[in-house]
Nanobody
Framework: QVQLVESGGGLVQTGGSLRLSCLVSGDTFDNYAVGWFRQAPGKEREGVSCISNSDGETFYKSSVKGRFTVSSDISQNTVYLEMNFLKPEDTAIYYC???????????????????????WGQGTQVTVSS
């Protein structure tokens, strides 16, 4: 069973930066794919970014390209989302998530992101003040 735990959210001013972390349990991390999603109050959840650890391919929502960077540290079982030049519209609860872990892999972002995932973290709040 895959478990994901986010950390690193907080309050930042417009133009500031934050780095989110997602610690992933399980022994298939090097073949796994992890996506970042967010949900703002009154809005639908949306996919922000994703990384496939098996081939290193990354994906981004168009509005965050050039500002956000997703990366993975295989030795730490951790995926990071570096967020720069933050805007008030980035305010949301951010979740990391992954596909159903039913075999040893490899897993790819195209299997689930940006639409849905099966394993979810608890979420971390990001607030960008204007």
């Amino acid at each position: 069973q895959v478990q994901l735990v986010e950390s690193g959210g907080g309050l930042v001013q417009t133009g500031g930066s934050l780095r989110l972390s997602c610690l992933v349990s399980g022994d298939t991390f090097d073949n796994y794919a992890v996506g970042w999603f967010r949900q703002a109050p009154g809005k639908e959840r949306e996919g922000v970014s994703c990384i496939s650890n098996s081939d290193g391919e990354t994906f981004y929502k168009s509005s965050v390209k050039g500002r956000f960077t997703v990366s993975s540290d295989i030795s730490q079982n951790t995926v990071y989302l570096e967020m720069n030049f933050l805007k008030p519209e980035d305010t949301a609860i951010y979740y990391c998530a992954g596909p159903l872990s039913s075999y040893s892999g490899p897993y790819f972002c195209q299997m689930f992101w940006p639409n849905e995932a099966d394993h979810w973290g608890q979420g971390t709040q990001v607030t960008v003040s204007s």
